[in-house]
C-alpha cells in the first residue's frame, strides 16, 4: 500500500488560483508516484467563482475532496475543517493562493521519512511583505514568546507536513478560538525545520489586512498566555506603594513646612493617569472575558453547506486521470 499524503487548502475568493494551484499540485504528484496524494480544498464562503472552479477542478481530479462552509468562517476555522477530514499518513497545510509552493513536499517528505514528525517550513525571506508588517510581525513573535510558555517559531507558517499522530493530536484540542500557529506549537512531537522561499501571490490579492493581524496576535496572546491578566497586580501593586511615599512626603512637608496647598493640574493629571491604567487593566479583563463567554457556548467551529468526498479511493493521481479519460 502506497502512503497517504493529504494536502489541506483553504480558498477564500481564490478565483484564478484555483485551476493553478491543482495543475502544480498534479505535477508534483506525478513527480512523487511511491505516494497516493489527495487535496481537501475547503471553500471558507468565498464570494466569487471560487466554488464552481472548485467543482470543475473535481471533475477532472478524482483526488480532491471538496468541502463548501455555509459562509467565510476564516482561515483557522477552514483548515480544522480540512485537518477534520484528513486522512492521510502526512498531512499538509498550503495555501491555495501558491504562495507555498507545492514543489517544496518532495524535501518534506524525505525529512518525514527520516523519523521527522512534523516538518516546518521557514520562510527565508519575507520580501513580498512591507517593511511595517515585517517589524510588526517580529515584535510580536517576541512579545508572544516572551508572555507564553508555548514558543511560536519565528518565520514559520501554516505551511508544514505533520504526521497523523500529530494531527490526531490536533483533534483533541477543543477550542473554538483557534490560533493554528499556537496549536500546532502546543503538540509538539520531533520537529524538523527546513528553509523554502515564498513566493508572490498568483492573482489576487490578500485577505489579512491590518486590523485583521491585530486580531490575530490578540487572539495568539489571550489563547496561549494568562500574562497581560495577572500583570494589574503588580501594576497595582507599584502606583499603590508610590501613592504611599507621596503621602509620606506631603505630611513631611506639611509638618516642616507648614500648610500646603498642593495644584489643580496634579491632581487632574494623576486622576487622569490612574483613570486610563484602569480602564487598560478593564479592557485586558474584556479580552478574556469575551473569549470565555464565546468559548462557553461550545459553537461549532464552521458548518458545512456541501461536501463532494474523492470519487474512489484514491490511487496515483495522475495515473488515475488516465484511466478516467480512456473510461
Ligand atoms: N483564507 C481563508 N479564509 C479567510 C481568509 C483567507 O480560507 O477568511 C485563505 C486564502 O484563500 C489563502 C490563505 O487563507 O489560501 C491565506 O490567505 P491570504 O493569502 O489572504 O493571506 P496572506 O498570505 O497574505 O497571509
Ligand atoms: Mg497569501
Known amino acids: 500500500m502506497k502512503k497517504r499524503v493529504s494536502l489541506v487548502a483553504p480558498f477564500y475568493n481564490e478565483s484564478g488560483n484555483v485551476l493553478e494551484f491543482f ?3 498534479a505535477v508534483v504528484a506525478d513527480s512523487l508516484p511511491q505516494y497516493a496524494f489527495e487535496v481537501i480544498a475547503v471553500n471558507d464562503g ?7 472552479e472548485l467543482l470543475e477542478a473535481r471533475s477532472r481530479h478524482p483526488w480532491v475532496h471538496l468541502v463548501d462552509l455555509s459562509r467565510n468562517f476564516g482561515k483557522e476555522a477552514a483548515l480544522t475543517a480540512g485537518l477534520d477530514r484528513a486522512r492521510g499518513d502526512a498531512v499538509v497545510p498550503i495555501d491555495s493562493d501558491l504562495q507555498h509552493p507545492p514543489e517544496l513536499l518532495g524535501e518534506m517528505l524525505a525529512q518525514w521519512e527520516q523519523g521527522a514528525e512534523v516538518v516546518l517550513g ?20 517576541r512579545f508572544h514568546n516572551m508572555i507564553s510558555n508555548v514558543k511560536v517559531p519565528m518565520d514559520v507558517g501554516d505551511f508544514r507536513l505533520m504526521d497523523r499522530r500529530v494531527v ?12 493554528m500557529k499556537g ?25 489579512f489586512n491590518g486590523w485583521k493581524l491585530w486580531n490575530l496576535a490578540l487572539e495568539g496572546i489571550t489563547s496561549f498566555s494568562t500574562a497581560p491578566l495577572k500583570i494589574w497586580t503588580y501594576v497595582g ?27 489643580y493640574a496634579s491632581l487632574m493629571v494623576s486622576g487622569m493617569f490612574l483613570g486610563g491604567v484602569q480602564l487598560i487593566g478593564i479592557g485586558v479583563l474584556g479580552e478574556y472575558v469575551g473569549r470565555i463567554y464565546h468559548e462557553v457556548k461550545r459553537r461549532p467551529v464552521y458548518l458545512v453547506r456541501e461536501e463532494h468526498e474523492f470519487e474512489r479511493a484514491v490511487l496515483h493521481p495522475v495515473r488515475q486521470e488516465r484511466e478516467l479519460e480512456r473510461a
Open 122 to 141: 521557514r520562510r527565508t525571506d519575507r520580501d513580498t511583505d512591507g517593511r511595517l508588517q515585517k517589524i510588526s510581525a517580529t515584535s510580536f513573535y
Open 23 to 25: 495543475r502544480r499540485v
Open 46 to 52: 468565498s464570494r466569487d467563482a471560487t466554488w464552481n
Open 183 to 207: 496549536l500546532f506549537a502546543w503538540v509538539g512531537f520531533r520537529t524538523v525545520t527546513i528553509p523554502y522561499t515564498i513566493a508572490k501571490r498568483h492573482a489576487g490579492k490578500s485577505n
Open 168 to 179: 490526531q493530536a490536533l483533534r483533541l484540542l477543543p477550542e473554538n478560538h483557534r490560533f
Open 237 to 263: 501593586l507599584g502606583v499603590s506603594a508610590l501613592a504611599l511615599l507621596y503621602a509620606a512626603v506631603i505630611v513631611l512637608r506639611t509638618v516642616v513646612q507648614g500648610i500646603d496647598v498642593p495644584g
